[in-house]
């Protein structure tokens, strides 16, 4: 049975996500990177097949799946006591419903292979979010910085520092909701998860923009995702003018022991590649896209 979400009597004490971080600056909005992958985090607990908690996730994933053929947005909770499951998607603001339908059926795929048995786990793609846990996590502002990325190419430009700015300041102003600001040849979006407060968003937008000032400095292009929200920033053209020759992909892996969420440094270098390419092979993600 799905409900709204309701508190657990009984949560389980577990660190959200040890994350594996398979990570690929993405091409802008052109529709072919829509399920680019960006991060992806697991609990380290697992449940046992076959068990209600099982049973529970696969009923809130196939709500959350055939939700998103008609909204943008959705929470859902699925069982009752311990063995309840808390779950969101988001696709990002300018997509359309179809376009969202097909994106969180893809991160669920992904988010099976990735994390096996999880009680908890998240999938970020480049235009859809997907995360469930054991715990009532909804609403629940959380700026935890879970992936970083600066591009190589930088500026020295005190105009586009100045334009970069003026972006900045776009894409925290206002309410809730997706947020899209462009400055001379600068470019930027930023959205937060639609449980968030009006007030809660904007403290969220505000840690991103931070973040994206004091890693990336003056760089061309940079990504900035908190738990709840994240600012992406680039110079017009230069994705499609990125060098064909420079592919990266950047892997992380932390095994973390027990006690409160907890991520690894986001975006670290690349530490085990056959972990990587068994992650990639089973995802389905194909040859890594150009990065400055």
Not at 62 to 72: E, F, I, K, V, W
Not at 157 to 185: I, K, Q, T
Request: charged share 10%; proline share 6%.
């Amino acid at each position: 049975m799905l409900s709204k979400p309701t508190p657990n009597p009984n949560p389980l004490p577990l660190p959200l996500f040890s994350l594996i971080i398979f990570s690929i600056l993405s091409l802008g909005f052109q529709s072919s990177s829509a399920y680019t992958f960006i991060y992806g985090g697991c609990s380290q607990a697992r449940y046992q097949p076959g068990s209600t908690y099982q049973s529970n996730l696969n009923s809130l994933m196939t709500s959350l799946a055939n939700s998103a053929s008609s909204s943008l947005y959705k929470t859902f909770t699925s069982g009752s006591s311990s063995d309840t499951v808390y779950g969101l998607y988001q696709c990002r603001g300018d997509l359309g419903t179809a376009d969202c339908g097909r994106c969180v059926q893809n991160a669920a795929s992904q988010l099976g292979l990735v994390c096996p048995n999880a009680f908890a786990a998240g999938l970020q793609l480049d235009a859809c979010f997907l995360r469930y846990e054991n715990t009532n996590f909804i609403g629940k502002l959380d700026t935890t910085l879970v992936y970083k990325k600066c591009s190589k190419s930088s500026s020295g430009d005190s105009e586009f520092l100045e334009r970069r700015e003026d972006v900045f300041g776009a894409v925290m102003a206002g309410g809730g909701g997706f947020r899209v600001g462009g400055s001379g040849l600068v470019q930027g979006v930023g959205q937060c998860v639609g449980d968030l407060a009006t007030g809660d968003c904007a403290a969220c937008l505000e840690t991103a923009v931070t973040t994206l000032r004091n890693v990336c400095g003056a760089a061309l292009a940079g990504d900035s995702y908190l738990a709840q929200c994240y600012v992406r920033y680039w110079a017009s053209g230069y994705y499609s003018h990125s060098s064909p020759g420079n592919l990266t992909y950047i892997l992380s892996f932390t095994s973390l022991p027990a006690g409160p969420p907890h991520y690894p440094h986001p975006g670290g270098p690349s530490t085990n590649t056959n972990a990587l390419k068994r992650a990639q092979n089973r995802v389905g993600i194909g040859r890594p896209r150009a990065t400055p």
